[in-house]
């Protein structure tokens, strides 16, 4: 079945239950299917529409977001992921490339839209949430005569249900397509495996018109409630997940930094939270660790990509010894392959290499995308041998945990000797004074690459070059040893909070002829 589906179901059961609140409105089921339907009848009215359209959303975090996402779901129309936190030029590549057919947008993006409608067709449609706009209708009007159920009919499960820009970090972005029964078993998978039921609050941060909006609708397969941010506020983080009793969080690494780093965090009460689910970029085994004290045993870490979205996953029953401690091996490891997902460790041949060696991490999932839209060598490419090949480079153990070691892209090869940055970002990570870092390898004339280590510190803190090579030679050796460091006060990252590690080697790499 689609999402819409599923939350048709849960509106009979548990009408009158929340399902959205943000800063205007507390929605219930019943009211929340009634737009969805209208939604689903105005995309079905309007002319060059109907099942099979790519429709986007464009609009800061609100309840209506995902609301329209479903409707769009519920007309079996293809929902476009426009980020909002790319440029207008970005988006408007996106959504030309997409060939998509209408935008949903709030006014608060109309000087972007202004800018976007110069670069895409002219056929491209736009419909304004919140008010009238001279590019487009009020949705409220747009929706005249539509408010009234919309009939259910069967799905094709291979037919797209979302279109999605990679936001990679190695270059420039792809678009995923994900069928309905990719996204099925993606929601299915994300509400079992974190114990959403029907009293789960679950508080959203990142923008709904990416990602994170997938998750969102996983809490509605079983009547749980999304509690929605326009973005990311410290101390209201706190305030809600204290006043409204929430019991799953999806934050990136780095909103974990700024909490744990934050006074306010050890005086809140957080007793309600059952999940805090880190994803997104890997965090450090050191503040992975800080996060248990603070959090107490709920933390979950998920590696996933656009292309498939949850490949490992590392739960409390993984991490806690049966005397209450933390297995280390464990913290320092992604996790196990999720369930519903098959994960091998293979060599350049694609074929599966032994326990402790290093190879690129290939799966096999029904949750992985059914292509790259309108790149069939790509997709050929990346699913080769019938396995998604995720680009990552992993490590398993004996028990079966996998560590990705980097980015097949990002291993820094000096000297002959393949060197994995992650494994120094964790141990300068260990460092007080530490907040994030990045590790690239920078050019040398006689080793190839040396190794370079980018680090940002905790606010008011101060730490010596010397003091952060001195740290990570005993531990890694002469050869994995940071040869230079520089203090940056920020590190670029990508819409979704990935590091941008290409953008730190630029500065670098000019002037010469490659730039690995």
Request: charged share 20%; aromatic share 8%; glycine share 8%.
């Amino acid at each position: 079945m689609r999402i819409a589906d599923y939350f048709d179901v849960t509106a009979a059961r548990v009408p009158d239950r929340e399902v959205f609140i943000d800063d205007t409105q507390r929605v219930d089921y019943a009211t929340a299917q009634r737009f969805v339907h209208a939604i689903a009848h105005g995309l079905t009215r309007a002319p060059g529409l109907g099942a099979g359209a790519h429709v986007g959303v464009y609009s800061p975090n609100s309840a209506t977001v995902s609301m329209l996402q479903l409707g769009i779901n519920r007309a079996d129309c293809v929902w476009v992921l426009v980020h909002t936190r790319n440029s207008a030029e970005t988006n408007a590549k996106v959504l030309a490339y997409a060939d998509t057919r209408l935008v949903f947008f709030h006014s608060a993006f109309e000087a972007q839209v202004e800018a976007m409608r110069a670069a895409v067709p002219a056929s491209l449609e736009w419909v304004c949430i919140d008010r009238a706009s001279k590019f487009g209708p009020a949705l409220d009007a747009w929706l005249e005569s539509c408010r009234k159920p919309f009939p259910a009919f069967r799905e094709d499960p291979m037919a797209p249900a979302y279109i999605a820009p990679t936001g990679g970090t190695t270059g420039p972005n792809k678009a995923v397509v994900q069928t309905h029964r990719s996204a099925e078993i993606g929601v299915f998978l994300v509400s079992n495996t974190l114990g959403m039921t029907e009293d789960s609050r679950h508080l959203v941060i990142a923008p709904l018109t990416h990602a994170a909006g997938i998750f969102a609708l996983s809490l509605t397969l079983n009547g749980g409630a999304n509690v929605i941010m326009p973005g990311f506020d410290l101390e209201r983080v706190l305030a809600l997940i204290a006043g409204e009793r929430i019991s799953h969080v999806y934050l990136p690494a780095t909103a974990v930094y700024a909490l744990l780093d934050h006074p306010a965090t050890r005086k809140t009460d957080l007793g309600s939270l059952r999940c805090v689910l880190v994803g997104g970029s890997p965090i450090a085994p050191s503040r992975f660790r800080e996060a248990i004290e603070v959090f107490g045993p709920v933390l979950y870490e998920m590696y996933g990509q656009t292309e498939s979205m949850m490949i490992t996953l590392k739960r409390p029953l993984d991490y806690l010894r049966a005397d209450g401690g933390l297995d280390d091996a464990v913290v320092r490891a992604t996790g196990r392959p999720a369930p519903m997902v098959r994960a091998e460790i293979v060599g350049e041949d694609g074929r599966a290499l032994p326990v402790g060696t290093p190879g690129e991490i290939a799966i096999l999932s029904s949750m992985t995308m059914q292509s790259y839209y309108k790149m069939p060598a790509e997709t050929a490419e990346v699913s080769r041998d019938g396995w998604h090949h995720t680009g990552d480079i992993g490590v398993r153990d004996a028990r079966g945990y996998i560590t990705i070691v980097d980015r097949l892209r990002d291993v820094i090869i000096s000297g002959g000797l393949n060197i994995y940055p992650s494994e120094i970002e964790d141990v300068i990570c260990e460092m007080p004074e530490v907040r994030d870092c990045s590790v690239i390898g920078v050019p040398d004339a006689t080793w190839g690459e040396r190794v370079m280590a980018v680090v940002t510190l905790k606010q008011g803190r101060e730490l010596a070059a010397e003091a952060v090579i001195a740290h990570c030679e005993p531990r890694l050796g002469s050869q994995k040893r940071p040869r230079a460091v520089e203090f940056w006060d920020e590190l670029p990252r990508s819409p979704v909070g990935k590091i941008l590690k290409r953008e730190i080697r630029g500065k670098f790499w000019v002037g010469h002829e490659r730039a690995v």
